[in-house]
C-alpha cells in the first residue's frame, strides 16, 4: 500500500537559515501530496499540497515540487523565522482514496 | 466561518469510564475521520465515515466505538476497553473521498488517564 517516510527531526535552524524537511512516498498511481503543519497545542493545517507529476506546491514562503522520478515532496523555504517553530507533516491518500496516511512528523526549531 | 469543534480540549478519565469526545463541523463535508497522535508515532486512524449511518475502521479501532447519525457530527467514544487511552486525538473532515481533497483539522481533544 501507499506510505509516506519524512525524516526525522528534530531540525534546528537559526533565524534567517535555509530550510529542507525531506519527504518520500511509495505510491500506487499518482496520488496528491501535502504538507501540513502543527504548532504546539493546536490540530493540523494544510501548508500546501500539489495534485500532479511537477506541480510545484508554495504557501507563506514555503514550496515543494511533486517529484515523481524520485518519488520525493521535500518542502523548502528560504529564509525561517521563529514562528516558524512547529511540528511537519507529510501525507498521501491511501491507495484507495479514503484516508490520509501521514509521516511521522518532524520537529522544527527556529532561534533567534 | 466554516470549521470543525472538537470539545472538550481537555478530558480526564478515571480508569474503567467511558468517555465521548465530540466533533462537530459546518462545512457540509461527506467524509470525517478520527486520528490518535501521540509523540513521535504520527497520526493513526481510528475510525472513518464517508457517509452518514455509516462508518469503517482504521489501523487502530479496538477500543473505540463512533456514530454517524448526522453529517455534520462524528462523535468518538473510548471505552474501558482501550487500554491505553492518553493520547492527542484529532478530528478531520474533507468533502469527500478522492485523491485531490486535503483535510480540514478540528483543535483537538487531549485525553489524559487519571
Known amino acids: 500500500g501507499n506510505s509516506v517516510t519524512q525524516m526525522e527531526g528534530p531540525v534546528t535552524l537559526s533565524e534567517e537559515a535555509f530550510l529542507t524537511i525531506n519527504c518520500t512516498y511509495t505510491?500506487?498511481?499518482?496520488?496528491?501530496l501535502f504538507w501540513y503543519v502543527q504548532y504546539p497545542g493546536e490540530g493540523l493545517q494544510l501548508l500546501l499540497k500539489a495534485t500532479k507529476a511537477d506541480d510545484k506546491g508554495s504557501n507563506k514562503g514555503f514550496e515543494a515540487t511533486y517529484r515523481k522520478e524520485t518519488t520525493s515532496f521535500h518542502l523548502e523555504k528560504g529564509s525561517v523565522q521563529v514562528s516558524d517553530s512547529a511540528v511537519y507533516f507529510c501525507a498521501l491518500n491511501d491507495q484507495a482514496g479514503t484516508a490520509l496516511i501521514f509521516g511521522k512528523g518532524t520537529t522544527l526549531s527556529v532561534s533567534s | 466561518d466554516g470549521g470543525i469543534t472538537q470539545s472538550p480540549k481537555y478530558l480526564f478519565r478515571k480508569e474503567g469510564q467511558n468517555v465521548t469526545l465530540s466533533c462537530e463541523q459546518n462545512?457540509?463535508?461527506?467524509?470525517m475521520y478520527w486520528y490518535r497522535q501521540d509523540p513521535g508515532q504520527g497520526l493513526r486512524l481510528i475510525y472513518y465515515?464517508?457517509?452518514?449511518?455509516?462508518?469503517q475502521k482504521g489501523d487502530i479501532a479496538e477500543g473505540y466505538s463512533v456514530s454517524r447519525e448526522k453529517k455534520e457530527s462524528f462523535p468518538l467514544t473510548v471505552t474501558s476497553a482501550q487500554k491505553n487511552p492518553t493520547a492527542f486525538y484529532l478530528c478531520?473532515?474533507?468533502?469527500?473521498?478522492?485523491?485531490?481533497?486535503?483535510?480540514?483539522f478540528g483543535s483537538g481533544t487531549r485525553l489524559t488517564v487519571v
Open positions: 505510491a500506487t498511481g499518482y496520488p496528491s
Open positions: 462545512l457540509n463535508h461527506d467524509a
Open positions: 465515515s464517508q457517509i452518514v449511518n455509516d462508518f
Open positions: 478531520a473532515s474533507r468533502p469527500q473521498r478522492g485523491v485531490n481533497y486535503g483535510y480540514t
